[in-house]
């Protein structure tokens, strides 16, 4: 089984979100923040962050002649503020290292720090649209359903799945059409091929889909259980991080005291804050964003 990769590509071109990294006069910087801050973070709230962020260190050298607190404090609501630190450092390798230019191959992009396989690769193809298989939780949907026929992806595994998604780009001579079927792959997971509620009447590709012909299955194998966030560490660390966001300088430890009522999880977090680099401990005691005491 294969999914047409000009059929694909004609939907992409008509029905594709209207999204600035995607704009030709966006720059491979700006594709790479773009990339960053979109992982498990919805384009909804992404957007203004990063056209801030896009007008503010419109360079890899901007970003990186500012202070790490001034960078996690811009991050702001997006989660998963360790992303900030690894982009920040990356920037300074850029700049450093590369002529403040974003290498535009895989291996050198990985060379990066903070810089994985998913990154690498989606700002190989959607930057400098080369050849390299982009796989995130929609294209695993996609070529779970399209091509294997089951219901969901199942776990992950690297290998395997850039192995699936590589037999399926077109091949030639010219690589931008292979970058565009990766963005277009993706974008049918995001728009059509939803996890919960498929649209599929407006799927491009129901036709030649395996899971269509097997009459949609419904899917039988290992789940990821739901998440909640309510409570959790990741939402104190958050609750923690605000109230250095909100203040222009060290707090004492009381001030931190009142974001969470449990005082030995909101210990334990403010300690993997300070492990992650996230938070710094002043000589007398208070703490701050890094870089700002």
């Known amino acids: 089984m294969s999914i047409d990769a000009e059929t694909l590509i004609d939907w992409f071109d008509t029905a594709a979100r209207d999204l600035p990294w995607r704009h030709a006069d966006c720059t491979p910087w700006g594709v790479l923040v773009s990339e960053i801050m979109l992982q498990q973070t919805p384009v909804a709230r992404v957007l203004p962050v990063w056209q801030e962020w896009l007008r503010r260190w419109p360079t890899p050298s901007a970003l ?3 202070t790490q607190g001034e960078v996690v404090r811009a991050w702001g609501k997006l989660g998963y503020p360790r992303r900030a630190l690894r982009l920040h450092a990356a920037a300074t390798a850029i700049a450093t290292e590369h002529g403040d230019e974003v290498p535009a191959d895989v291996d050198t992009l990985l060379g990066l720090p903070g810089i994985g396989a998913y990154t690498a690769r989606a700002v190989a193809a959607f930057a400098f649209g080369r050849r390299a298989p982009v796989v995130d939780t929609n294209v695993r949907r996609v070529v779970a359903r399209a ?3 089951a219901g ?3 776990p992950p595994s690297t290998k395997r799945d850039l192995d699936d998604v590589e037999k399926l780009l077109p091949e030639g001579p ?3 059409p292979a970058a565009r079927f990766s963005a277009a792959l993706m974008e049918l997971g995001a728009l059509v091929c939803t996890a919960r509620t498929p649209r599929c009447a407006d799927c491009p590709i129901i036709d030649t889909c395996a899971w269509q012909k097997a009459g949609r299955p419904a899917y039988t194998g290992p789940t990821r259980p ?3 966030y309510g409570g959790t560490d990741r939402h104190v660390r958050g609750l923690l991080l605000d109230v250095l966001r909100n203040t222009t300088g060290p707090v004492a430890k009381s ?3 009142q974001a969470w009522p449990k ?3 909101r210990d334990a977090c403010l300690a993997s804050l300070l492990t992650d680099g996230l938070v710094e401990q002043t000589a007398d005691g208070r703490f701050a964003l890094p870089g700002e005491h």
Do not use: I
Request: proline residues 0%.
């Open 226 to 228: 739901t998440q909640r």
């Open 174 to 176: 010219d690589e931008r």
């Open 152 to 154: 969901e992806a199942g």
């Open 255 to 257: 001030r931190l005291d």
């Open 64 to 66: 990186a002649a500012a």
């Open 263 to 265: 005082a030995g999880q």
């Open 147 to 149: 091509v294997h026929g």
